[in-house]
Structure formats: structure tokens, C-alpha cells
């Protein structure tokens, strides 16, 4: 970060400040209320920084023109991806099994229609 963006910074927490009174004298105080709760808070505080900045990085707004992906916009596709292959893989079995049951059950039909037309062709049949 360079020495402008902290200067506006600066200017517009003052000019923020300003609008609710707050004198330059008083940032002292500020300042020992926010060291003050940072040192009660600071495990939740590291806790938060590492889950949005290492475990789940927020995604890009827009992709980057020209340029590839970053890596964990890449993992995250390939996470769902896989899930996704997985559900279609176990649909796709479920669809086979219920094909060949239907197969199985026409082919049970005919063969019951055929043997019930061979005893009625048949003069001899005793049932």
C-alpha cells in the first residue's frame, strides 16, 4: 500500500469522524478502544482472516481478462464437477438397471405367450 491511499485514507476516516464530532484530539481514545478490542478479540479475529483469506477465498467479481483463472475458482469447478459425475454415474446405473428389467420382464411375456399358444396348438396337452 503506498503513502496515497493511506493519506486519503486518513482524510476521509477524519472527515467521517468529523461528521459525528469527533475532534483529533479524541483519536487517542479511538485508538486505544480499537487496540483494547483487538486484544480481547484477536484469536476470533485470526480465526476470521484465515477462513476468508486461505480456506475459502472470496471468487472474483469478474474474470480476468486474458488471463487464467485463479486456482481456486479451478478447484471449486472441479470439486462440483466431480459431484456432479458421480450423480449422473449412479443415475445412469439406476436407468441401465431399470432398462434391462423392463427387457427382462417383455422377454418373460413373450416367452409365457408362446408357451400358452404351444399348449393350445398342441391336441395331447394336459394341463
Known sequence: MGVVPIIVVALLAYMILSLFGVRISDWPFIFLVAAVIVAVKWKTIAQTFDYLFT????????????GPAPTFHHQNEAQA????????????????????????????GEAEREAEEE???SPGASV
Do not use: H
Open 119 to 121: 399348449r393350445e396348438r
Open 55 to 66: 480456506k475459502y477465498p472470496a471468487q472474483p467479481i469478474a474474470p480476468t481478462p486474458g
Open 81 to 108: 464437477a466431480r459431484a456432479i459425475k458421480g450423480k449422473l454415474d449412479a443415475d445412469t446405473e439406476i436407468a441401465e438397471a431399470t432398462m434391462q428389467l423392463e427387457r427382462a420382464r417383455m422377454l418373460l
